[in-house]
């Protein structure tokens, strides 16, 4: 996957844009409960910068519709410039009357976050081959999962000698770093299609639709979003698991660690698995190997435990490049933001549902019977997945049928739509 960053010097930029952007977000967010609960000496209120990051998922629709009307690159550049301001905003907290502008950031930054993820997965689609989809999700995936693990702290550490303006200054800074290097990504994007008739809300229902009359993205969104029914339960685990162990909560970042050996091994397999397997198999492997991961918690060892967080690790590249490729490859470009919002919203609600359900739960049952019920959730997708995975094989006819159907209503590929070419010098580095 790493070869990418050597030969095309448009992924080495948008890379670096994205890792800077995600170490600066990550540091940034994660602080902002700290901070919270410093200020104010309330656990809920600390828990609502989390719901206010929450809420964002209920814009993805919106969001959908504004990464497919605008140029990816532009939109890149501009939300991270209006990210900016926003952080910047949080200079005017000095003590707990100010408290609530928190709130307000949180709930933008929740939306940016979403911007940016789908605007960058346009743009890859219009600049690389659709062979080199699996290996740029892999390079980012591996490397966001990994700083996901080293920003908080880093945010942690300098809100404890500094405080949180130094937090915020560090965010800023990625900001407007990424902002340079997205500026310099050169690339012809796919037309911009003309605004369809029926207004709004057939925008918003597009995605949605092409999830419906697309066998491969269908099975993707839907094995993702029972996935995470099961996989939501996690949150709730690792003190109570790390307590019978008879270890300290500070063990946490041990498993962190170890963990994120485990991520960088499925990083550098994931694309060859997905050429060999294809999106849904490996998708179906990742999720087996979650399962794996999760009985092998269940046993009272403390080396068993490390070795089954270096395959829970070593499982989530495979699930989150498998689901992102496969949205990449089988969605017009210009449908791709609306699909990608589509799956975000199944996928965003299944998790807080679980993890809610979790929360609740492990103060009134065993946490080994919350590990039980992921490996059932979990099962039964691993063998859809693996036994009939769905394949391309007809889909162009099945989704030009739900474009037919639902003429008007926001799907790709309509003959006679006017387009707009998003004008952009290519790049042959």
Not at 109 to 131: I, N
Not at 344 to 350: C, F, Q
Request: net charge positive; hydrophobic share 55%.
């Amino acid at each position: 996957m790493w070869h990418l960053l050597g030969t095309d010097r448009r992924f080495r930029r948008v890379f670096a844009g994205s890792s800077l952007s995600t170490f600066g977000d990550t540091a940034l967010y994660l602080t902002l409960p700290i901070w919270v609960k410093e200020l104010t000496g309330s656990n809920s209120a600390a828990g609502l910068v989390f719901f206010a990051l929450g809420l964002a998922a209920l814009l993805e629709p919106l969001v959908g519709v504004v990464v497919d009307r605008m140029s990816r690159r532009r939109l890149l550049i501009g939300v991270n410039a209006a990210a900016i301001g926003v952080v910047a905003s949080l200079f005017a907290v000095r003590g707990e009357d100010q408290v609530w502008l928190i709130y307000p950031v949180a709930l933008l930054y929740g939306v940016t976050m979403s911007l940016v993820a789908g605007a960058r997965a346009g743009l890859l689609k219009d600049m690389l081959p659709a062979g080199q989809l699996a290996d740029a999700n892999a390079a980012l995936q591996t490397t966001g999962m990994g700083l996901r693990l080293i920003a908080p702290l880093t945010g942690a550490a300098l809100y404890a000698l500094w405080g949180p303006a130094w937090v915020i200054l560090l965010d800023l800074g990625t900001f407007a770093a990424a902002i340079g290097f997205f500026a310099a990504v050169r690339v012809t994007e796919s037309p911009v299609e003309a605004s369809r008739t029926g207004g709004l809300r057939t925008e918003i229902t597009a995605g949605f639709g092409f999830v419906r009359t697309h066998p491969v993205v269908r099975q993707m969104v839907l094995a993702a979003g029972l996935a995470f029914l099961g996989l939501g339960l996690f949150e709730s685990v690792p003190f109570a698991l790390l307590e019978s162990l008879g270890r300290a909560p500070s063990w946490f970042g041990a498993l962190s660690t170890v963990q994120g050996v485990g991520v960088v091994a499925g990083g550098l397999l994931v694309a060859r698995l997905i050429r060999r397997l294809a999106e849904p198999r490996t998708l179906g492997t990742g999720l087996l190997l979650l399962a794996v991961a999760t009985l092998l918690l269940l046993v009272p060892s403390t080396a068993v435990v490390l070795a089954g967080a270096v395959l829970l690790g070593f499982s989530l590249p495979l699930v989150a490049v498998a689901a992102a490729t496969a949205l990449q490859r089988h969605t017009p470009a210009r449908l791709l933001g609306r699909v990608f919002a589509a799956n975000e919203l199944v996928v965003g609600t299944a998790q807080v549902a679980s993890v809610a359900a979790g929360a609740a739960l492990i103060a009134v049952v065993d946490f080994r019977v919350l590990l039980v019920a992921v490996v059932v959730v979990l099962l039964p997708v691993c063998a859809l997945l693996l036994t009939r995975p769905a394949t391309a094989a007809g889909a162009a006819e099945q989704a030009g049928a739900g474009a037919a159907e639902q003429a008007g209503a926001g799907a790709a590929g309509e003959a006679g739509v006017a387009a707009q070419p998003v004008p952009a010098g290519p790049d042959q580095g």
